[in-house]
T-cell receptor
Framework: NAGVTQTPKFQVLKTGQSMTLQCAQDMNHEYMSWYRQDPGMGLRLIHY???????DQGEVPNGYNVSRSTTEDFPLRLLSAAPSQTSVYFC?????????????FGPGTRLTVT | AQSVTQPDIHITVSEGASLELRCNYS??????LFWYVQSPGQGLQLLLKYFSGDTLVQGIKGFEAEFKRSQSSFNLRKPSVHWSDAAEYFC????????????FGTGTRLKVLA
């Protein structure tokens, strides 16, 4: 199993550009989520999904869109990048939609918006 | 409001010394509790988790954590630290019901002196 994969590893955007961060998992996990990690702020939940076709907002959803058309994939879209979105982004998945299940994390995408 | 507090941003210990990382949570009911470790440039890896029962839980790499309901704490410990333990450590809570939103602390960065 590849686990949770994320592409790209690094990305530089100009303000106003759009892009999609890709996330895929091959563990047939129902639950998938996106976090951003900023110094001194830990991980903050952006969006999450409890299954194909079902998504919901986390703590910091503004400026980001998600969709979940398949169990495997959960892309994160930045429609108009802003410098405040400079961060490291992590995708995670877990087996079931229960808070008892550990999350498996991807290696992260480091995004810089200039 | 639900929150996880890790009061120590940085901790430095000598190799072979004991370690305790603090975690306090604020939650309506006892949540599921987790400790994750993040090595530089990597995603997060689960160290251990608490669901119920024995309040002292064992994890990987020789770590253990003790749940204290009266203090809303879940401190991580290791009797003898190795240089390879240098990393950032995150405490997290998962919901027992309702939303599927995990909450992470801001992290504690551990430095190990040779």
């Amino acid at each position: 199993n590849a686990g949770v994969t994320q592409t790209p590893k690094f990305q530089v955007l100009k303000t106003g550009q759009s892009m999609t961060l890709q996330c895929a998992q091959d563990m047939n996990h129902e639950y998938m989520s996106w976090y951003r990690q900023d110094p001194g702020m830990g991980l903050r939940l952006i969006h999450y999904s409890v299954g194909a076709g079902i998504t919901d907002q986390g703590e910091v959803p503004n400026g980001y869109n998600v969709s979940r058309s398949t169990t495997e994939d959960f892309p994160l879209r930045l429609l108009s990048a802003a410098p405040s979105q400079t961060s490291v982004y992590f995708c995670a998945s877990s087996y079931r939609t229960s808070g008892s299940n550990e999350q498996y994390f991807g290696p992260g995408t480091r995004l810089t918006v200039t | 409001a639900q929150s996880v507090t890790q009061p120590d941003i940085h901790i430095t210990v000598s190799e072979g010394a004991s370690l305790e990382l603090r975690c306090n949570y604020s939650y309506g009911a006892t949540p599921y509790l987790f400790w994750y470790v993040q090595s530089p440039g990597q995603g997060l890896q689960l160290l251990l988790k608490y669901f119920s029962g024995d309040t002292l839980v064992q994890g990987i790499k020789g770590f253990e954590a003790e749940f204290k309901r009266s203090q809303s704490s879940f401190n991580l410990r290791k009797p003898s630290v190795h240089w390879s333990d240098a990393a950032e450590y995150f405490c997290a809570v998962g919901p027992r019901s309702g939303t599927y939103k995990y909450i992470f602390g801001t992290g504690t960065r551990l430095k190990v002196l040779a």
